[in-house]
């Protein structure tokens, strides 16, 4: 047990350390801070490139090709080669065996997701998009292909099918055309398969307008429908 007069002489000397540990940890901080502005200078590094990011592993993607489109691609062969080798640095060959179009990456391919795009760009001119309109996929990053049947909205056959193709289409097109330019889309009708190129958002607005056609509504509704929506997104955008 210790006396009092112990305890008063404790109790000061306790004090007087832990303020000296007090100063000296301001003081480390001072130093801290005052040696930190003779760091270097933080390095900066280059983008890695595709072979880079695949440790020197070379990329590839394969698109098969329809038999019915084997000749278009013979005829629009150069239109395809030319923007996927000299723009975006990737390899390109068909492969007659296999039917099908094969891409690789390359040394000097600035963008792994050029690969990709280039694959979409194939696959778009594949489900029957034009060349002009399929090319888009190498040079806007928000656009999708989005695909459906006539048979997932409703089940149809004969001639209520070729009715249902019919009100797609319209006379001539026209209906097809409406709605294409009311979304800024591209629309391919492959029988009963319907194909749609353009934004998420535009994309949701022309299969609507689709699927009400499928299911019967007349082309004048569908129509004023698209007015609305199509002077809705102007106002958005």
């Not at 888009?136 to 249902?164: C, M, N, P, Q, W």
């Not at 006379?171 to 800024?184: L, Q």
């Not at 007015?227 to 106002?235: G, I, K, M, N, Q």
Request: one cysteine or more; proline letters at 4%; a positive charge.
């Amino acid at each position: 047990m210790l006396s009092w007069s112990s305890k008063a002489v404790l109790f000061p000397t306790l004090h007087l350390l832990r303020l000296e540990g007090v100063i000296d940890m301001n003081s480390m901080e001072v130093e801290v801070a005052t040696s930190s502005a003779a760091l270097p200078t933080k390095p900066k590094f280059a983008a890695l490139k595709a072979h880079e990011l695949s440790n020197g592993q070379v990329q590839f993607r394969k698109v098969s090709v329809p038999p019915h489109r084997y000749t278009p691609l013979k005829k629009a062969w150069l239109d395809i080669y030319n923007p996927i080798y000299e723009q975006m640095k990737i390899d390109v060959r068909m492969n007659l065996k296999a039917r099908k179009v094969e891409l690789k990456t390359r040394p000097d391919t600035p963008d792994v997701s050029n690969l990709q795009k280039c694959a979409d760009f194939v696959h778009a001119f594949m489900l029957g998009f034009d060349i002009t309109d399929a090319i888009a996929l190498l040079r806007v990053d928000e656009l999708y292909v989005d695909s459906f049947e006539i048979k997932d909205v409703k089940t149809l056959k004969g001639d209520h099918k070729s009715r249902a193709i019919g009100r797609l289409s319209g006379k001539g097109g026209k209906t097809k055309f409406a709605i294409e330019n009311a979304t800024r889309t591209r629309i391919v009708i492959a029988d009963s398969k319907i194909h749609i190129l353009g934004s998420f958002t535009n994309n949701k607005v022309a299969r609507d307008s689709l699927c009400s056609l499928i299911l019967g509504s007349p082309a004048g509704k569908v129509y004023s429908k698209l007015r609305a929506v199509s002077a809705r997104l102007a106002e958005r955008f």
